[in-house]
């Protein structure tokens, strides 16, 4: 059964940094590109970061970039948010998500699996 399980979430100060963690399991997910995607109440779930499957490149939403960093680890079973500068509007629940295909991409539809999210809260 393939599962991914985000955490890493909780309650920081704008200004503050957060690293979330996705673990994969079940299946290989070498080859996979994995992002990550954020809902707020009341909003559509969004495209935050993906590192693709082969190669390693990585691409971020434009309110994210220079704060956000994706990355995986040598196994590839895991993948990491880290979160500095945290700002306000970054709270949301955050997810992890695979797809079978290697290449990058910033739609939710094409993803093939998701966690269960986690959350972050960030004060002003």
């Known amino acids: 059964q393939v599962q991914l399980v985000e955490s890493g979430g909780g309650l920081v100060q704008a200004g503050g940094s957060l690293r979330l963690s996705c673990a994969a399991s079940?299946?290989?997910?070498?080859?996979?590109?994995m992002g990550w995607f954020r809902q707020a109440p009341g909003k559509e779930r969004e495209f935050v970061a993906v590192i693709s499957g082969i190669g390693g490149s990585t691409y971020y939403r434009d309110s994210v970039k220079g704060r956000f960093t994706i990355s995986e680890n040598n196994a590839k079973d895991t993948v990491y948010l880290q979160m500095n500068s945290l700002k306000p509007e970054d709270t949301a629940v955050y997810y992890c998500?695979?797809?079978?295909?290697?290449?990058?991409?910033?739609?939710?539809?094409?993803?093939?699996?998701w966690g269960q999210g986690t959350q972050v809260t960030v004060s002003s």
């Open positions: 998500a695979a797809r079978k295909g290697n290449t990058i991409r910033t739609i939710p539809g094409m993803y093939d699996y």
């Open positions: 079940g299946r290989t997910f070498s080859g996979s590109a």
